[in-house]
């Protein structure tokens, strides 16, 4: 695994920016991060993308998907489709915590009352154990989502983690096309009007010209579930 610190983490950004997705997250997995990074998934409507380049490359590499306890059934369906067809050998079931919910959420409807709160019981502190032993993290967030992922970097440090954001120069139309390409599932809730797919009370159906994460939190003052700008305090 290479070794770097702050100083030249901006150099090390840019000279593994200008790869094209593959050949980003093959050096990554292969060489810079070996045994050391993980994937995250939820699974949704563009989930199929990164999880198949990573399954080029290697089909163990450990994927994290958090099971909130909120998720549509089509969710959990679609992952096991996805993990027979790209023979993934990895995939870790993350859950929040049973305490903390009897204590926070007892009846489950935190998320109508302090969804931030819930967003960090169910999604937050058990992605921050989960990815705590790994120096890289490899997800499949783009800029033409807009709003907080607008100006995203391929390549980002948070805390003392190094994230990986091969798709982030990805428009939605690439992603369509390469879907096509490799003839690969989509989730069963595309079809139905979803754009962008997380828990069931929190999501909605959206219209065709209606931008992609606009169906998350609708009518709330909140666009990010919060796992992309963790704090290690929590």
């Known amino acids: 695994m290479i070794a770097y610190n702050n100083y030249d983490f901006q150099k090390f950004s840019e000279q593994f920016s200008k790869l094209n997705a593959f050949n980003l997250l093959k050096i990554m997995i292969k060489k810079i991060f070996l045994k050391k990074i993980v994937v995250t998934s939820s699974f949704g409507a ?5 999880l198949h380049l990573v399954s080029r490359i290697d089909k163990n590499i450990p994927i994290i998907f958090l099971n909130t306890g909120k998720l549509f059934p089509e969710t959990l369906e679609y992952l096991n489709k996805v993990k027979k067809i790209l023979n993934l ?21 935190l998320h109508k009352s302090n969804p931030e709160l819930c967003c960090k019981l169910r999604k ?8 705590a032993p790994y120096k890289g993290w490899i997800n499949g967030r783009k800029r033409f989502h807009g709003l907080e992922r607008s100006n995203i970097k391929k390549i980002e440090k948070l805390n003392s983690i190094i994230k990986i954001n091969p ?6 139309k690439k992603i369509t096309n390469y879907i096509k390409k490799y003839k690969l599932p989509e989730h069963p809730l595309v079809e139905k009007g979803y754009k962008s797919i997380g828990c069931v ?5 959206i219209a065709e010209d209606d931008s992609h994460r606009s ?20």
Not at 124 to 131: M, T
Not at 201 to 205: F, G, I, L, V
Not at 215 to 234: A, D, F, M, Q, V
Request: overall charge positive; proline content about 8%; aromatic content about 6%.
């Open 46 to 50: 563009e989930s199929i993308v990164i």
């Open 89 to 109: 050998k990895n995939i870790k079931v993350q859950k929040p915590s049973l305490k903390d919910l009897r204590i926070n959420d007892p009846k489950g409807l």
């Open 124 to 131: 937050v502190v058990p992605l921050e154990h989960a990815i």
């Open 167 to 172: 798709l982030a120069d990805w428009n939605f």
């Open 201 to 205: 009370p929190c999501t909605s159906k």
């Open 215 to 234: 169906g998350r939190w609708k009518n709330l003052k909140k666009n990010e579930c919060g796992i992309h700008s963790y704090n290690p305090s929590i």
